[in-house]
């Protein structure tokens, strides 16, 4: 079964055009899982639900990756944690098609290594932007420390993994958040889950 997902952060985004593209494509609307936050919101009961609700040999629909995770390499670590599962993931829009529920098709598998290529560099881009920063506020004498804001997507994943039954000691080594914050900024439990059908019939007509 395919399942789809849309998502938006802010209200200049558009969620109604995202749904019209899973449809298109022959996903019901009570199979398209929603979620319409602001990007501060790390608690992501749609995308809670679809992952749930996903069974081996499903298929994750978006229309395009970011909607997933705000970095490539969050986005990776969902898709091969699914993957695991045996269940895909497939985008629509992007100009690199991912099919990660065809092992058998080479360009699906390559289109895979790019996303962790992009990934790698990524995470290389970031630390060394990182380290020029801690280096310029060294030397303008700043005080210079760890973050104290868990990142927004590794915390949507943590609680993904808690919600799926995963011991505390398996959310530490899969999500890379310590133990501590994690007792700290885990949200609480969704009390329910949105999909397409309920969006149509809540916001019809409503602007976006």
Excluded: C, W
Excluded at 64 to 91: C, K
Excluded at 149 to 175: F, M, N, Q, W
């Amino acid at each position: 079964m395919e399942l789809g997902y849309a998502r938006v952060s802010t209200a200049k985004q558009d969620l109604d055009r995202q749904i019209e593209a899973l449809r298109e494509v022959g996903i019901a609307a009570d199979r398209i899982y929603v979620d319409k936050k602001s990007g501060a919101t790390v608690n992501r009961p749609g995308l809670g639900a679809a992952l749930d609700y996903a069974r081996d040999g499903d298929v994750i629909v978006v229309h395009t990756l970011d909607r997933l995770g705000r970095t490539v390499r969050d986005t990776l670590n969902l898709i091969h944690d699914l993957a695991e599962r045996g269940v895909g993931v497939r985008n629509l829009a992007d100009p690199i098609k991912v099919d990660s529920s065809n092992p058998n098709d080479p360009m699906a598998q390559l289109a895979v290594v790019l996303l962790a290529l992009f990934g790698q560099m990524e995470r290389t881009y970031t630390l060394e932007r990182a380290a020029h920063a801690r280096a310029v506020a060294t030397a303008k004498g700043r005080r210079v420390g760890r973050p104290s804001v868990v990142d927004p997507d590794k915390l949507a994943y943590a609680a993904h993994l808690r919600e799926t039954g995963h011991t505390i000691a398996e959310i530490v080594t899969k999500s890379g958040i310590a133990r501590t914050s994690l007792y700290r900024h885990l949200p609480p439990r969704p009390a329910e889950s949105v999909t397409a059908g309920v969006h149509t019939e809540a916001d019809a007509g409503s602007e976006i």
